[in-house]
């Protein structure tokens, strides 16, 4: 009973410390960004006296935040959109048809590879492409990019998806009259959905949280994500230390928002995307 | 009639005429021609420009595998190399430790566990880049949240970022921060998916919760551990947000990661073929992982 009783008690200590470890550092940037600069940089007390909102209109009036936010969401949305789509129908066929030479046993595997395949490992040959077509700067080539890395992670979520439907309602639904593509949209689809859910977030997730290729292939606002606007206020000498870490604050709350809207099938979402 | 699913291997064929036999190739391609024109394609231009030499961004002339002998007698690349490996080696042990109590401590049902979880989680889905500025504001001499505690206790701010072993074990630990979360919700799965016969036979047994853990839930665990260890270092050999943010390599060479330092050798130095090979050896290394990383999984079962 005793003994039982300080278990619970252990778990409870164990379990909060280790949300806190989680937390506060997040929560020391909240706490900076809210602070005035000149208290940041001359008082160490860990409490502010006043909280002041200046860090953030700066963001907005000074700096290109509300450009950012937008070109963060297009591109996000917009990859993810044609990764699903493209993605979905590409898995279905592997986990459904027999293809021409054996193309239904290695294709898949290949894209698997690919997608393990480290992004800085063609970041050179994409830069030297995307200045021929003079694609620099351009959302289209960040939205190009990320669907096609996008593509290979829903392939490979999606097929074990399809695999777990059993094939005799799609051929009863033909033998009723329906197409093979009818069958696929009407049966199949809304019978994978809890796989494009797990798939979706984990895409915008990741694609949201993209810095390399934004960096390498974007300078200007109209054309920068949030984690390259975010990064370029980081001055080498100088640090703005209120308006840093303000834009830490802006640049991942739509990613924490989203995630918390979507938090019944974050776990599984973001477990499927790493071992599946 | 039906067919057994097994994963692995397609379903019957399926039958049909006209467009429903084209149906396959038109779904597919698509999607193929999409990662063969911006992955593939770029990834063989890559490997050509690896073995050339370039002036202002073109190619001036071949020079074959000169840039692959350049890399092994350039101290830089070795000592990246040498430092990304001991940060892989560093940041994955402490992960996979932590990760694996953490899986432990909230491998039960009850009220608020779905929440817990989720606030485990949250280090992994913040943006890496913020997650850098976290850290220069945990490690910052002067602002940092260190600093204050220290000030707080009386204490002199610990210098982090300025000392070379201060900002590798600072990367590490940024690391460890962010990337523990993963672990612990691969190992979780796996933990949730163990059958129960053996542990309900221990409990009969009477054996204690120390040998039911070594005795059974670790071996049922090792090939997720495997899994998630090799997944996990394949991402951190080519760590790159963070450390640009945190320390952009500095001080010295103290935390030039190999993907730092192909950048760099790219966008500041114009060493495009020099670059271009350099990369291709991380991707070698990764793509070896890799392929064990895919044994292991295809060997679980699932």
């Known amino acids: ?276 | 009639m039906a067919t057994a699913m097994t994963p692995g291997a397609p379903a019957r064929t399926l039958r049909g005429s006209g467009v429903d036999r084209a149906l396959p190739y038109l779904m597919l391609g698509p999607a193929l021609f999409l990662v063969l024109g911006v992955i593939v394609y770029p990834l063989i231009d890559g490997l050509r420009s690896s073995t050339g030499f370039f002036r202002f961004g073109r190619q001036v002339r071949s020079v074959g595998l000169d840039n692959y002998r350049q890399a092994f007698a350039d101290p830089v690349f070795l000592e990246s190399l040498i430092t990304t490996a001991r940060f892989v080696v560093l940041a994955v042990t402490i992960e996979t430790l932590l990760g694996l109590g953490l899986a432990l401590l909230v491998a039960r049902e009850g009220r608020y566990i779905r929440r817990i979880r989720a606030t485990l989680i949250l280090p992994m889905i913040v943006t890496p880049v913020v997650v850098g500025i976290v850290f220069r504001l945990i490690y910052a001499s002067d602002v940092g949240l260190l600093a204050s505690i220290a000030h707080a206790v009386g204490l002199d701010p610990p210098q982090i970022l300025s000392s070379g072993s201060g900002a590798f074990w600072g990367l590490v630990f940024l690391d460890v921060w962010e990337w523990t979360p993963l672990l612990f919700l691969i190992l979780l799965a796996g933990i949730q998916s163990m059958p129960v016969e053996p542990f309900e036979a221990a409990r009969v047994d009477g054996a204690g919760t120390w040998r039911t853990f070594v005795d059974h839930t670790l071996p049922l665990l090792r090939p997720t551990i495997l899994v998630a260890v090799s997944l996990r270092a394949i991402d951190a050999l080519t760590t790159f947000d963070q450390v640009y943010v945190l320390t952009r390599g500095g001080p010295g060479t103290s935390t030039q990661l190999i993907s730092l330092y192909g950048y760099q050798t790219f966008f500041q130095f114009q060493q495009v073929g020099y670059a271009a090979a350099m990369l291709f050896m991380v991707a070698i290394i990764v793509l070896i992982g890799a392929g064990f990383a895919l044994a292991l999984m295809r060997r679980q079962p699932r």
């Open chain 1, 1 to 276: 009973m005793t003994r039982a009783r300080f278990g619970g008690l252990a778990w409870v200590a164990a379990t909060v410390a280790a949300m806190a470890f989680a937390v506060i550092p997040l929560a020391w940037m909240l706490l900076t960004s809210l602070k005035t600069n000149r208290e940041i940089t001359q008082d160490t007390s860990l409490v502010p006296e006043a909280l002041t909102s200046a860090n953030y209109v700066s963001l907005f009036s000074g700096r290109e935040f509300g450009a950012y936010l937008t070109n963060s969401i297009i591109v996000t949305a917009a990859s993810v959109a044609i990764a699903l789509a493209l993605g979905t129908m590409a898995a279905y066929v592997l986990a459904r048809f027999r293809l021409w030479a054996g193309m239904h046993r290695y294709v898949g595997f290949s894209l698997l590879m690919v997608r393990l395949l480290p992004p800085i490992v063609i970041i050179i040959p994409i830069f030297l492409v995307a200045q021929q077509l003079g694609l620099l700067n351009t959302r289209l080539s960040l939205i190009v990019i990320y669907a096609a890395f996008n593509v290979t992670i829903v392939v490979w979520m999606m097929e074990s998806f399809f695999r777990e439907i059993p094939v005799d309602l799609e051929e009863a639904a033909m033998v009723d009259g329906d197409t093979r593509f009818t069958a696929f949209r009407r049966i199949v689809l809304p019978l994978a959905a809890p796989g494009l859910v797990a798939t979706g977030i984990f895409t915008v997730i990741t694609t949201y949280n993209e810095f390399l290729f934004a960096l390498v292939l974007t300078s200007t606002p109209g054309a920068e994500t949030m984690p390259v606007g975010a990064a370029t206020l980081i001055g080498r000498i100088n640090v703005d230390w209120g308006a840093m870490s303000a834009a830490g604050v802006i640049g991942a709350l739509p990613i924490v928002v989203f995630s918390f809207f979507v938090q019944k099938h974050l776990v599984r979402g973001l477990t499927m995307g790493a071992v599946k």
